[in-house]
């Protein structure tokens, strides 16, 4: 699959919708916010707040688009705790895809995912609990 457009960036109009915590009680645009996820920007990650598999980030497009594949990179920390192990996608009409896979947190992984949609939630199934987040949340 060719890049395309990366429509979950906050440059491109998206926004952070919901999110289950950002670490130490902070906004979104805190140094561990979640609009870390979408900032296009690999040294800089969201953390959830001790989340574990209740961590989630819902994403919300300027318009409604039509998706082709995502692309997920987990944050994980030097304890071996914080990683997403698999993650499910719900859309605006509440239709849930995955569970989805992410084998190791050492690079984004991309998976299918078609459908029209305003918004995205990513929400983490399995985890090795902590601090869950991500480095990257991008839509293409």
Do not use: C, H
């Not at 959830?48 to 989630?56: E, Q, R, W």
């Not at 705790?81 to 995955?98: R, W």
């Not at 299918?112 to 949609?117: G, H």
């Amino acid at each position: 699959m060719g890049e395309s457009k990366n429509l979950a960036l906050m440059s491109n109009g998206a926004k952070v919708l919901q999110v289950s915590s950002n670490w130490g009680g902070g906004k979104n645009d805190s140094s561990y916010g979640a609009n870390s996820a979408i900032d296009s920007s690999r040294s800089s990650a969201w953390s959830s707040a001790s989340d574990g598999d209740n961590a989630f980030i819902e994403i919300e497009f300027p318009k409604n688009v039509e998706t082709k594949y995502i692309k997920v990179w987990t944050r994980s920390m030097s304890n071996n705790t914080a990683q997403i192990f698999s993650f499910s996608i719900t859309d605006d009409s509440g239709k849930v895809f995955g569970p989805f896979e992410l084998p190791d947190a050492t690079k984004a992984y991309q998976f299918e995912l078609k459908t029209k949609t305003k918004t995205l939630k990513m929400q983490a199934l399995k985890t090795n609990t902590g601090n869950t987040g991500l480095v990257e949340f991008e839509v293409y």
